[in-house]
């Protein structure tokens, strides 16, 4: 069945206001949009059809995301530049697509393959400075693991697994900060790397909050080690 | 004037479900000159009032009109009301986050008694004062609209006027007549002087209560041609999930059927259809411009149109590939033919079967005008079940004038029955996946219907005929569920009360009461604490009945239907007598058409069937 489709992948966005989208609120908004642009959307077969697309990795309500993946299926080819422009007209700018490019029907779906995150988290407030915040950074992924307690369940990430990049802090004003985080998503579940950055800030007794959170890419890990984005 | 999005933006990272707060929807309109502004509120929660069909169209209507932008508000959930109050955040519209104390007009649609105490927390949060003669000049007109309009008295100290009736074409008369005020450098008295010379305006302060004949008198407004008045066609696409998250499309309005507990089929008198070309056409370009995948067609009765089977099968056809669906709000068992269930459930089955018999026995279903025979109700579950439907809700009331304790039993014997006919035409191995819900609630009299007169019954007499219904209910496949009788007696003494009430109202929001529609946050204690305190008994209130030579307190309010009329057909009522439809059959002379009445008629696409 899915040999006669064409799966288009799309890499949108949400930002801005609409990063306080939760990730259901974020699909429909899509989907809605694609009926706007009256792209050929396949519809799945059965008592409920509905337009046929899957989505990347979820974002927290609140969280930016710079480049989103979504894959739509198609009944016919269209150039991937013309449903780009339909989309961008159909879809509000926080939310419109910028890249657009067919994938293999065989290829694993997008929620498995983006396991890779690259995040930049925004640290505003009181004492924050950039050796400050990296010497709270480093004491926390010197303990080697960070135990979570979400919704009364643990979680425990092993930091060396979780974060296959070093953090790096940049100072982007007076007392504010920019930390960069990559992380890797196990079967552990995802780290937040908000939660991560302020644990470490009240572990190390520093007064500043987290202002903003931005998925600036999402990326899949290839056999080889190295990270390549899904378009 | 300016946006307050800065500050707002801050605090959403820890409420819950922020998308109530952002705006930027698709088909949003955002004006930039603006010489007027106007706020459209609605009193509850943004993903309830996203639903309203008025506020939708009043604001496609106001935001046509030069140099006057329309922004809609709704009541922040408490979460965002602390943090807006801690930081010193006031109320503000959605389009372009400015105060809506510096609005020129705040219109507030009254849908449901139980969103009166959000009024005033609104208010309060906009930083005005509640209360009309506390505002001046420099505050918005306060002006109400909407169904519970026609009972005013109640709130008519917090709005400085109210339009009575069908706004699409009043809203502008309004606006325009506040500009001019504007302009002139008038007082807030001369404004609302001028305002009310507009048809259909009640300004409650130029009223004394309980002075029928030396008050003011106010007639609805109405609109006479439905495909004149097209409804939104790109209505504000929400990003939360909402309540009727889909396109809706009026397909009529009006219901002439009559029963005699039914506000809104005496109010929004007389029926007035939109054809089969503007229905299809509007549901095409309101989906074409949403890219919604389902759409309703809404009215009070939509299986009543007449032209019902053949929009539907232009539709199906119009649709076919696309995953659209469409829904019918609620199908009726007197016209839901088996040609119906078999259109419906091609146009996709998500419409849930609901059949509304009201009344347990054919007594007292003549008595409310039910015209509901058990015959039809038994043929329209055969039908639906044989179409495919496993479920049917059935609503019912209890507390009906004349009601007895065998009416009552009947409601048990009635739904077994029901029961009975779904599983008969149900393949034996489904049968175990028929179900029969069943809600019942008490009978809250209304103003302006034939039983305006009558109060409602008392709060131990409610539980008593509880209990004697839960006994004659079948015990197994039926799903038995209350209406919460301490909200009835509520809706009850804001639904018939005077301008006293306000006072309670008032103390029962400075107590603590807002969202009461939300069954986890409604306490009568807090209400019967607030009313006491007030020197009221709300029992007392929930239980009056009125005279035939009262003054009614809302008799200065009219929809057009004779008092006379009324009080005929609550005379029939007790004698057991049913009055015909009269879109189905001869004029029964409610008085709303002609000349003589409103100077509207009835609208008919075709000639109705099916009765
Ligand atoms: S005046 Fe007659 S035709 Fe018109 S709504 Fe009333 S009963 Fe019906």
Redo the contacts between chains.
Sequence with gaps: MAGDEFRLRLCCGKRG??R???H??YS??F??????A?IPYS?TKGF????KAAFGPALP??TQGLREYIDVWLTRYVAAETVLAALGQ?L?G?LAPTEAGYAAAKEPSLGAACTIGVYEVRVEGGDVAQDIVSRALDDVVGAGVWQVEHKGKTKVFDLAESLPKEMDVRSTGEAEVVVGVTTRMGQGGSLRPDSLVSHALSRAGVAGAV?LVTRLDTLIETEEGTFRRPI | MSSVWERV??L??TVE???RY???E?NAVHKDATEYRVALMYPDAYEIGMANQAIAILYERLNAIPGVSAERVFVPWVDMIERMRSAAVGLFTLESSVLVRDVDLLGITLPYELTYTNILEALDLAGLPVRADQRDETHPLVVGGGPCVFNPEPVAPFFDAFLIGEGEQAVAEIVSAHREALAGGLSRPDTLARIACIDGVYVPSLHEPGSAGRGVRVTKRVVDDMDACRGPLCPV?P???VVHDRVAVEVLRGCTRGCRFCQAGMVYRPVRERSADTVVRDVLEG???????EVSLTSLSTTDHSQLEEVLRRLTRRLE???VTVSLPSLRADAFGVEMARLVAGAGR?SGLTLAPEAGTQRLRDVINKNVTEEDLLSAVESAFRSGWRRVKLYFMLGLPTETDDDVRGIGDLTAKVLRAARDVTPADQRGSVRVAVSVSTLVPKAHTPFQWQGQIPREEIERRQAVLRESMPRKGVDLSWHDADVSLLEAVLARSGREAADGIEAAWRAGARFDAWTERFDLAVWREAFSSAGMDIDAMAHRSYEREDVLPWGHITSGVAEDYLWAEYERALAGEATPDCSFEACTGCGVCGPAGLGVDMVLGGERRGR
């Excluded at chain 1, 409920?48 to 337009?51: G, V």
């Design positions: 206001r609409l306080f989208l939760s259901l609120e429909h908004a989907e809605r949009g694609a009926r706007r009256a519809v409920s059809p509905h337009m309500v609140g159909a509000p926080d202002t | 933006e801050p959403l990272g479900r922020p998308a952002l705006n930027s698709w696409v990003y939360m999930d989906l074409r411009c949403t890219g919604y995948d590939g696309t995953g998500k």
